[in-house]
């Protein structure tokens, strides 16, 4: 079983959308829990259809974001704690 953590998750993000992040003067190693992709010009609608995409075949899950707030989808905090949530929910199944 892999143990996917919101840490380990963060960390797939940010290494996905350091460059991004870095043309938009935003510093990966303070980048805010709340931070909103989205809001913040990272990514846009399709974009997060990627990254979810990404971090799906990334940790080799399927993803059901009908729980997640849809706000939260795109802040980087909430969306990775829901990921460690999810997966670790599965899991046990």
Do not use: H, W
């Amino acid at each position: 079983m892999r143990q996917i953590s919101a840490a380990l998750v963060r960390q797939f993000l940010m290494q996905r959308y350091a460059t991004t992040l870095s043309s938009a003067g935003v510093l990966v190693e303070s980048l805010a829990d709340d931070y909103d992709l989205l809001e913040g010009g990272i990514i846009d609608s399709i974009g997060i259809l990627e990254m979810t995409s990404a971090v799906e075949s990334a940790f080799e899950i399927q993803l059901d974001l009908e729980n997640l707030d849809a706000e939260s989808l795109t802040k980087v905090g909430p969306f990775c704690r829901y990921v460690e949530r999810f997966a670790q929910a599965q899991f046990k199944q």
